[in-house]
């Protein structure tokens, strides 16, 4: 059983930057993918980005590809979603995710296993 714990969220102005991470208590093997999904009132969850443990390969949604970088530490068995130029538009609870095979799914039903989330507030 894979358990993932966010943390890293809060309150921040537009323009401003925040750093989640995602500690994964299993060992990550390198077929593994973590994701980052997010949620905002009232909408669906979409897809944020993701990266393939083995090779660091990453996806991102478009709105978010220029501010926003996925990265990982092997030796700390953790992901980080590195978020700059943050707009009001990216308030949300995020989520991690991770998924077995090395398939970049952009699909919250592909990833088998769910953080609880962390709230990010982007105020105008």
């Known amino acids: 059983q894979v358990q993932l714990v966010e943390s890293g969220g809060g309150l921040v102005q537009a323009g401003g930057s925040l750093r989640l991470s995602c500690a994964v208590s299993a060992r990550t093997s390198d077929d593994n993918v973590l994701g980052w999904f997010r949620q905002a009132p009232g909408k669906e969850r979409e897809f944020v980005a993701a990266?393939?443990?083995?090779?660091?390969?990453?996806n991102y949604r478009d709105s978010v590809k220029v501010r926003f970088t996925i990265s990982r530490d092997n030796a700390k068995n953790t992901v980080y979603l590195q978020m700059n130029s943050l707009k009001s538009e990216d308030t949300a609870v995020y989520y991690c995710?991770?998924?077995?095979?090395?398939?970049?799914?952009?699909?919250?039903?592909?990833?088998?296993?769910w953080g609880q989330g962390t709230q990010v507030t982007v105020s105008s």
């Open positions: 990266i393939r443990w083995s090779d660091g390969s990453t």
């Open positions: 995710a991770a998924r077995k095979g090395g398939v970049i799914w952009s699909m919250s039903s592909a990833y088998e296993y």
